[in-house]
Each structure stands twice: as C-alpha cells, then as structure tokens.
C-alpha cells in the first residue's frame, strides 16, 4: 500500500547540509530512528535547538505517511527521555506517520503522533520529554498521549507555527494545555502508565521465532483495563520480523491494537514507502474479556489476503 506524495523522502532530506544528509541517511536506513548521539552532532552542525530540529524533521516523517483515503500526510518527531550522563545530546528522536487502510472502517487508521509513541515504546523508551507535530493534535490523540509515563510530568507538544516551509518557528505547551480537567487511568483507580516496563508471564507452547516475539510483545503490552495483555509479530518476505503491542487507554476508544502497533512500527522500520511484504502473522493474547483475534483477522486479510493469522491464546 503506497500513496503518491508530493515530496519524497529524497526530496526532503535532500534540504539538509551535505554532512547532516550523510548521517541522517544512514541512520534512517536502519528504521525511523535517530540516535542521541547523532542528534547532538545534528544541532551542534545545524546550529539549533532541538525544538527547531525536530520541527525540521516533520517533512522527512511525513513522507513515511499511508494515506489512501485522506490524501493528508501527518509526520511526527518524538524526543525520547535524557539519555545516561556519558551521551551528550537531549535524546533520541522517533519519527512517526499516520496510516490508512482502504476498505477498513476509519478507527483502525494510525495516527501520526501514535506512530512515533509507538516507535519509541518499542525502542525501549520509558517516556517521551514532548513530540513535535505541524498541526495541533486531534482530540483523539490528546487522549492517547495523555496515557503516557509522563504526560503530566513535563511532556510538552511544539507546534509549527505556519506552513511555510522555510519558517521552522514553534510554540511548546504542556500536554495539559491541549487536554484540559483531563480524563484518564486516575479517575479509575489505575496507577500504571503507559510505556512504564511491563512483564506479564504469559507462556505458549509453539517455539518458532515468530510466535516467541508476539509473546514477548504480549508479556510487555500495557491493557490495565482489560487485562488483555496481546501482542502481533510479523515476518516479512526478507525474514525480518515486526512487533506490536496492545496500548489501551482509559477513554476504550484512542487504545492501539497490537496489529495497528506492528504495522506502524514495520512503517516506520523500513524505507518511505517501501512494500509491506507479509509473509507471516501470528498473535499471542492472554485470556480476558475481549479479544483481538477477529479485528486482527479482519484487518490481515485487506492488507495481505494470502496471509492467514496464527492465533495462541497464552496461559
């Protein structure tokens, strides 16, 4: 599933100095993500904030958009919690883009500032400082981020200030600016967040590499609602393997499906645009009161009709 773009990732990483295209080049060959090291040589080569940088890289996110249906590409760039005393640099950066999937209902789309969340969830991050976007955040996705570790705790949104592509000015405000006398886990009686470690003990029997990291992305899937705890991993014709991870949510609603997390997260690991070649669909769940196996289904067989999910329910 591709989308015609206006500027492609060429195009727009093609603006940044010679030295910078070099080694953002070669980290975005490996997946959406950006190192804290590279970032600090980024801004001390550009010569500006981190703010300003992440507002920059909007371009090069939103060409990793799949948008068949709105034609609207959304690029997010999130900036990952302070790295260990010995790195410089404010941290990583995580790029995310909204995804749509024809011939599905609108709530299974993924929305850009999910995407780069997801990113950096399933990178290892325990928190987001802020997230830049070039349009203010929808209800929805106010909602989401407001599940986050640190969502009150000094996460802020930049917003681009114009489209104009040559002014990089941005306003920051906290999440709660966005969301005020917010809803949220507290006004259930829920003190877990989401993106904090998680280590749920579920157990299969199949012991295929496959199988095993759907496991271990259910074991590590955040649903204290619910409690189901669910995890997707998908091969593709390389024989890599993409994960993802249920994020439920106070609201029901805004929560990630494990399979909208995997394909988000194999988006944003691979080329702009590059073929999302499934060969191999499996999901883990625990037991509880809903399930994702018949959406997963569902949602599989628009996407790659010849692939059939493999299903364990974990004890």
Not at 17 to 39: C, F
Not at 163 to 173: A, F, H, K, V
Not at 236 to 254: C, V
């Amino acid at each position: 599933m591709t989308t015609p773009i206006k500027n492609t990732f060429e195009d727009e990483i093609s603006k940044f100095p010679t030295k910078t295209q070099a080694d953002l080049r070669q980290a975005l060959a490996k997946r959406g993500v950006i190192p804290a090291e590279l970032v600090a040589a980024c801004l001390d080569e550009l010569q500006v904030d981190i703010g300003t940088f992440m507002i920059q890289l909007l371009p090069i996110a939103a060409t990793y958009a799949r948008v068949p249906i709105s034609g609207f590409h959304v690029g997010a760039v999130a900036l990952g919690m302070p790295p260990a005393s010995h790195i410089a640099g404010p941290g990583s950066l995580y790029l995310g883009a909204n995804m749509e999937f024809p011939a599905e209902a609108l709530s299974f789309s993924v929305h850009g500032e999910q995407s780069a969340t997801n990113n950096a969830w399933l990178s290892g991050e325990v928190g987001l400082q802020s997230i830049a976007i070039n349009a203010a955040p929808c209800g929805y996705c106010r909602q989401f981020l407001y599940e986050l570790t640190t969502a009150t705790k000094g996460f802020n949104i930049l917003l681009k200030v114009n489209e104009d592509p040559n002014d990089c000015s941005y306003t920051i405000q906290p999440l709660t600016y966005y969301l005020p006398d917010a809803f949220g886990p507290q006004n259930l009686g829920v003190k877990e967040r989401l993106m904090a470690p998680e280590a749920h003990d579920l157990k299969i029997s199949a012991t295929d590499a496959t199988a095993q990291e759907a496991l271990a992305s259910a074991n590590a899937s955040y649903s204290p609602y619910t409690k189901n705890y669910s995890g997707v991993a998908l091969k593709d014709a390389d024989g890599l393997i993409f994960t993802g991870r249920y994020a439920e949510n106070a609201a029901y609603n805004p929560s990630m499906s494990p399979l909208g997390s995997a394909l988000a997260f194999m988006n944003m690991s691979l080329p702009a645009q590059a073929e999302l070649a499934i060969t191999d669909a499996v999901l883990v769940e625990g037991r509880s009161d809903i399930s994702q196996k018949k959406v997963t289904e569902v949602v599989l067989s628009s996407i790659s009709p010849d692939v059939s999910l493999q299903y364990y329910q974990a004890s």
